[in-house]
């Protein structure tokens, strides 16, 4: 039914007076306070609204309508959610004759995952002679997201989704993310205590116990922490509500909402000039109609603007519509994007993708399981495909929007109030990986420019080298020379760099075959005809290689760790292996004795534990999601689903800690649901997922009769100990590092050692072979530390963090000084920085940082210095060293 209470509700419910009231409340204050209420409820103030009429229940506890208010405003507040179905159901046993309750109990129990029941409560609502025609539609859409809840929400998806925390999360609203592509940059809408104007009424007058309007604050990252966020200005923040929507790709244009008494709500645009956004102005009338506009995201050629509007002609609600950029640079050629994206209900917050291809959105339609779901959809040949759920636990019966992407894919940003870990009310989410479907494939260049040695600002172009078709177009800041620009791979281009004074120059990049995502880290130098010849030459010597050079060499790199890494598992694998040898032998020996039988190859041990190896339950694998059909065996347990590089989505139970527990789940499963007879067991190495058959061959040692080795025949303690001990930042798993090189591993660093010198000017750029993999995992981290850790630069060097405060006097370090003085940094994000040690190479650096973790400084963590300025190890990865320098 509608939100809004209406005065016959109120006639239904009123049944007694305040008799037993604990507060005395006068008829006038009263009449007040359910009025505001009821406002604020309307108005979606869900957390004010139940304060008040927890008073109003408090004071009136047999007034029914209160009591049905609480219990409303408690289903829509992650603290609250069960209790709210005890103040509804007792609502509907005191007064079984009001039907709207039944809609609310639905909605109550859907909330609680509780699916068949809140179907059955819509079902009585719909029955029911007095529901109105379209308060009966709003029914039949919870109807459709509880049987597709009930589809989706068992088969969860293998990710990690982190609530981003302080200092970006607060007790208050955080909201509708927005990142640049290399996510240096997060801007997003707050409503809190720090919102411009203080509490405010609906108004827009002081209210000490109003609502805050939205303001939008910018954070930049430091490391793996955001810095504190500020408001962006005064002269974007106003006390009306001030939104984020959306940033274009080389982080220059702001995208804006703003709404007043006077109209529902437009966009506006603001730039960035000087370090700073200027005053935002509202895009033109093809955009900005009489109707609500809200949303919007740009192509990264900006020639395209995604947006929302509630304007007439669509399908129904908010649609998703498209404009293009007119010949006079305003917008134009507005489209419905039709009914592949949009439906009936509602859709709302586009993102597309830097390549142009991949667009993300959200609604209330499609295969939603509650309020706004996000989709994602690609569009290769000019038709979008029809668009696919993201599934739980991302989505939920909740809000679930504005949802964005990282260039390379690894991480996507959204909002969501329906998460038990929030902070309070709309909270900001990372998911690892942030890509559904097809990775992105995109070429970002980022670099400085400079003039005369100097930073400047530049006009940076971007045409097809081929046809001469503009195809992007960006200007670095003036302030720091920091540029960013996407080029989408399947052409040639040629790109004009232009500085006021000097001469232009143009280089030329070949991306016609790029198969991958790929930032390369680019700087310019442009100089004057009076500039001196010496320093010009004296500058040229530390020019690195041309922009083409580098995309090649990075590529190559690439697809060397590609495939390397294949070998490097085996690596892992086989040195853990290889000290379980005598360990196999012993128990291959016991089975002879007792006349046991090996199956499938392995050596009986299957209810032992070996670290690295873990068993899932294979029960479906399917190109399409749709055409899964044993999702009844959730009964079971946790259905996972995860979509691998074959293009199949793999269902599966688990993980197992061993190989018996494992056989034993399935011959369960199958004895009782003889469809499952064919689900199987994989084993996965290191993550790496292997059927057993493709383990026992694959990892056969040599010297034991070519007999495979058992999958689990060892307890972690046979493996536990060789010399130097790492343990992965931010990981409370150990992994260790054997007390000498095997052969594979010294044919790996010499081919290292071939392909780069250990202090050759160049070779921080082997720190780009681990662009596309997360460091923060240990596996990937220890492949970082073997193969780069030995490398070094004569401007690089690393130190240990030890800690890092805002109040560094409270920081108590005496522990460690038998390690050194610490250097105490003061860095612009008002953070003091705790480092230890100076080192020339990586490994040596995790030396140290090992010595501090056993001294009980458990986050302890590597920096690297470039030219003597503090940077990130995300930065080497990226190849940001140079561009990155601004952070100090």
């Given at each position: ?28 204050e ?14 979606e ?13 408090k ?38 004759d ?7 109990i ?8 509780q699916?068949?029941e809140?179907i ?38 293998e ?26 940059l ?37 490391g ?27 982080g ?8 007043s008494?006077?109209n529902?709500g ?7 000039e ?27 050629d900006?020639k395209?603007?995604?947006f ?6 669509g ?66 040949d ?19 929007r ?8 690894t ?20 998911v ?11 070429a ?18 971007a ?20 540029f ?12 004009a760099?232009?500085i006021?004074?000097?001469k232009?120059?143009?280089?030329y990049?070949?991306?016609e ?18 500039f ?5 030459a ?9 922009l083409?050079?580098?995309?090649t060499?990075?590529?190559?790199r ?20 290889i000290?379980l040898?005598?360990y ?11 006349n ?14 070996i ?5 899932k339950v ?26 691998y ?14 190989l018996e527990h494992a056989?034993n ?6 004895e009782?649901?003889?469809e ?19 383990f ?39 992994i ?9 591993e010294?044919?790996a ?6 392909m780069?010198?250990?202090c050759d ?30 490398i ?23 522990k ?10 003061n ?6 920085r ?27 963590w ?27």
């Open positions: 039914m509608s939100k809004r209470i209406t005065t016959i509700l109120l006639l239904l419910l009123f049944t007694t007076s305040s008799i037993t009231a604990q507060e005395v409340i006068g008829k006038k009263e009449k007040l306070l359910m009025q505001k209420g009821e406002a604020y409820y309307n108005d103030y869900y957390q004010t609204a139940a304060t008040i009429f927890e008073r109003l229940n004071a009136n506890p047999e007034d029914l309508y209160y009591k049905l208010m609480v219990g409303i405003c408690y289903s829509f507040l992650n603290d609250k959610k069960e209790e709210s179905l005890d103040y509804l159901l007792d609502v509907q046993k005191k007064n079984p009001y039907v709207d309750v039944y809609f609310f639905g909605r109550a129990y859907a909330v609680n995952h699916f068949d809140a059955k409560n819509f079902n009585k609502y719909i029955q029911s002679s007095q529901v109105l025609p379209e308060d009966k539609v709003k029914a039949r859409l919870f109807i459709e997201n509880c049987q597709n809840a009930k589809g989706i929400v068992p088969d969860s998806l990710l990690v989704i982190e609530n981003i925390g302080p200092p970006i999360n607060t007790k208050y609203e955080e909201y509708v993310p927005i990142i640049t592509p290399d996510e240096r997060l801007i997003f809408t707050y409503r809190g205590e720090r919102s411009v104007g203080g509490r405010m009424d609906r108004a827009g007058n002081s209210d000490p116990k109003g609502e805050y309007y939205e303001d939008i604050m910018i954070s930049y990252k430091r793996e922490e955001w810095s504190e966020p500020r408001s962006i200005g005064n002269n974007i923040n106003t006390s009306k509500h001030d939104a984020s929507i959306a940033i274009s790709a080389n220059r244009k702001l995208f804006t909402y703003r709404s008494n006077k529902e437009d966009i506006y645009l603001s730039e960035l000087d370090g700073s956004f200027t005053t935002p102005r509202p895009l033109n009338s093809e955009i900005n109609s009489d109707s609500w506009e809200g949303s919007a995201s740009l192509t990264s900006e395209t603007l995604y929302t509007s509630e304007r007439e002609g399908y129904g609600g908010r649609d998703i519509y498209k404009a293009e950029r007119l010949k006079n640079g305003d917008w134009g050629n507005v489209v419905n994007l039709g009914p592949t994206i949009n439906t009936r209900y509602d859709e709302d917050a586009p993102f597309i993708h830097p390549d142009n291809k991949t667009l993300y959105f959200s609604s209330k339609g499609h295969n939603s399981i509650g309020g706004y779901d996000i989709f994602y959809t690609y569009n290769d000019g038709v979008w495909d029809a668009p696919e759920n993201i599934g739980y636990p991302v989505n939920t019966i909740e809000d679930d504005y949802y964005v992407l990282t260039a390379d894919g991480r996507g940003y959204y909002s969501s109030a329906g998460k038990d870990d929030s902070y309070g009310g709309n909270d900001i989410y990372v690892s990986p942030g890509h559904f479907g097809k990775r992105p494939i995109l970002l260049v980022v670099g400085v420019t400079k003039m005369n040695g100097k930073v400047a600002a530049a006009e940076i172009t045409t097809d080298a081929t046809t001469g078709e503009f195809a992007n177009q960006t200007t670095s800041d003036s302030e720091s020379g920091k960013m620009i996407s080029l989408i791979p399947g052409n040639k281009y040629k790109i760099i232009e006021e004074g000097a232009t120059t143009y280089e990049i070949n991306v075959s790029v198969e991958t995502f790929v930032q390369v880290n680019h700087d310019i130098d442009l100089y004057t005809d009076d001196p010849e010496e320093e010009k004296e500058n040229n010597a530390s020019i690195t290689p041309s083409q050079e580098k995309l060499e990075q590529i190559k690439i697809k060397e760790f590609a495939n390397d890494s294949i070998e490097y598992e085996k690596i892992d694998l086989n040195k853990r292996i000290k040898e005598k196999n032998k012993e128990v291959a020996e016991e089975n002879d004795k007792n046991s039988n090996t199956a499938g190859g392995l050596v009986p041990a299957g209810n032992k534990t670290a690295g190896l873990s068993f294979e029960v479906g694998a399917v190109t399409d999601t749709n055409e899964f059909k044993l999702a009844a065996l959730s009964k079971y347990g946790k259905i996972s689903r995860k979509l590089e074959d293009g199949f989505y793999r269902y599966t139970f688990g993980p197992f800690e061993t056989e789940f399935r011959d369960m499963m199958v009782k649901e003889p499952a007879k064919d689900a199987f067991i994989t084993v996965f190495v290191f993550g790496k997922r292997k059927t057993v058959d493709e026992t061959e694959e990892f056969t040692l040599e010297g034991l009769d070519n007999e495979p080795l058992a999958a689990n025949s060892t307890s972690n303690t046979i493996i536990e100990n060789t010399n130097p001990e790492v343990t992965a930042k931010k990981s409370s798993t150990t260790t590092m054997p007390d000498e090189m095997t052969e594979d010294k044919i660093a010499e081919k290292m050692k071939l780069t010198d250990p000017k160049y070779t921080m750029e082997a720190f780009t072979a681990f662009v596309l993999k997360d460091i923060d995992k240990e596996e990937n981290y220890k492949r970082l530390l073997s193969l780069v850790g030995p070094c630069h004569p401007d690089l060097h690393f130190e240990v963090q030890i800690g890092a405060y805002r109040k560094p006097n409270n920081f108590k370090y005496d460690l000084l038998k390690f050194g003085n610490p250097q105490i940094r860095y612009q994000d008002e953070i003091t705790f480092t230890q040690g100076e080192f020339k190479t990586f490994y040596d650096a995790e030396g140290l940082r090992q010595k501090v973790i056993k001294e009980g400084t458990t986050d302890a590597i920096t690297p210095f470039y030219k003597g300025k503090r940077l990130l190890m995300q930065d080497l990865v990226k190849g940001n060293y140079e561009s990155a320098l601004g952070l100090n």
